[in-house]
């Protein structure tokens, strides 16, 4: 089985400071890994996913992710925080080419400050 | 072309009560998922189909729940007897194809369900 946690519910930051969420996940097999991000009112869209080629992977809206297996982590980042990228972060697993289930974080709820 | 839609965007309705929830995937899609998601919590599996059969139905909590999609295209996700732990956001979600690297799942608005 696997799972996912995301340390921090809620992460406040100044409009133009670093964005980091936090994702650690558990897995038996090496893992596919994503991050998805919900605006209010709209499906969730996929920002990035690693699918075990380069480890730093880079997303749209300037995001990445760095694939840490010593750490079974894929902490989110962004270097300058825009007001909308106010938003719900979900990380996500899977568990590889024979899996199609993704087992969800219970999210972070990101505010940006003016 | 347009991307996942999901109908109603807000059910309410009465404990006991029959409800169906209804996707329409990407188009050529050939995998549909659905999940639910309760307030505070991240979306949680629970069923996908291949074409028309329901290839897991393990997160289906009960049997009040199913799904189907009778020509491989649009799916309805019915409850029975609904309660209000029922209350939730049920996402659908489509996919080229199911497990891989190209496993990316486009997701449709949800529809948000409230059991009074």
């Known amino acids: 089985a696997q799972s996912v946690t995301q340390l921090g519910s809620h992460v406040s930051v100044s409009e133009g400071a670093l964005v980091l969420l936090r994702c650690n996940y558990s897995?038996?097999?090496?893992?596919?890994l994503f991050w998805y991000v919900q605006y209010p009112n709209q499906g969730l869209q996929l920002l990035l996913k690693?699918?075990?080629?380069?480890?730093l992977v880079k997303g749209i809206n300037d995001f990445e992710a760095e694939f840490k297996k010593s750490e079974t982590s894929f902490h989110l980042t962004k270097p300058s925080a825009h007001m909308s990228d106010a938003a719900e972060y979900f990380c996500?697993?899977?568990?590889?080419?024979?899996?199609?289930?993704?087992?969800f974080g219970a999210g972070t709820t990101v505010t940006v400050r003016a | 072309g347009a991307g996942v839609s999901q109908t109603p965007s807000n059910k309410v309705t009465e404990k006991g009560k029959y409800v169906e929830l209804r996707c329409d995937p990407i188009?050529?899609?050939?995998?549909l998922y659905w999940y639910r998601q309760s307030l505070g919590q991240g979306p949680e599996f629970l069923i996908y189909?291949?074409?028309?059969?329901?290839?897991?139905d393990s997160g289906l909590p009960n049997d009040r729940f199913f799904a189907v999609r009778p020509e491989g295209s649009v799916s309805t996700l019915k409850i029975q007897r609904t309660e209000r732990g029922d209350s939730a956001v049920y996402l659908c979600?489509?996919?080229?194809?199911?497990?891989?690297?190209?496993?990316?799942?486009?997701f449709g608005p949800g529809t948000r369900l409230t059991v009074l």
């Open positions: 979600a489509s996919s080229p194809i199911a497990g891989g690297p190209l496993n990316e799942q486009f």
């Open positions: 897995s038996s097999v090496p893992p596919y």
């Open positions: 690693y699918t075990s080629a380069a480890t």
């Open positions: 996500a697993v899977s568990l590889g080419d024979n899996d199609y289930k993704l087992s």
């Open positions: 188009s050529g899609h050939t995998a």
């Open positions: 189909f291949q074409g028309t059969g329901a290839a897991d």
